[in-house]
């Protein structure tokens, strides 16, 4: 079992920038696939960000070169660090733990509500 607790998200201006925490418990994240995905109102859930346990990252195209992904294994956490802000941005993002490829692992987190003003 894997819990995430996710942290982080607000309201920002179109432009601007905000870092996603992801906190685990229950197991080590140094060797476990963890992504991001989002959830905006009226549309499906879908993928943002992910790192393999070997450090390799994917990104959706809507993000990519804006979005970072990354690990502190130290601390047990994924980040997503997002610059360059849109409106299209707006909506709850979810950790997750385990995906198989760019499809979602069994373990969520609560979700953190990102809101991006024009």
């Known amino acids: 079992q894997v819990q995430l607790v996710e942290s982080g998200g607000g309201l920002v201006q179109a432009g601007g920038s905000l870092r996603l925490s992801c906190a685990a418990s229950?197991?080590?994240?140094?060797?476990?696939?963890m992504g991001w995905f989002r959830q905006a109102p009226g549309k499906e859930r879908e993928f943002v960000a992910r790192?393999?346990?070997?450090?390799?990252?994917y990104y959706a195209d809507s993000v990519k070169g804006r979005f970072t992904i990354s690990r502190d294994n130290a601390k047990n956490t994924v980040y997503l660090q997002m610059n360059s802000l849109k409106p299209e941005d707006t909506a709850v993002y979810y950790c997750?733990?385990?995906?198989?490829?760019?499809?979602?692992?069994?373990?969520w987190g609560q979700g953190t509500q990102v809101t991006v003003s024009s």
């Open positions: 997750n733990a385990d995906l198989k490829g760019n499809y979602p692992g069994p373990y």
């Open positions: 229950g197991r080590t994240l140094s060797n476990v696939n």
């Open positions: 790192m393999v346990w070997n450090g390799m990252r």
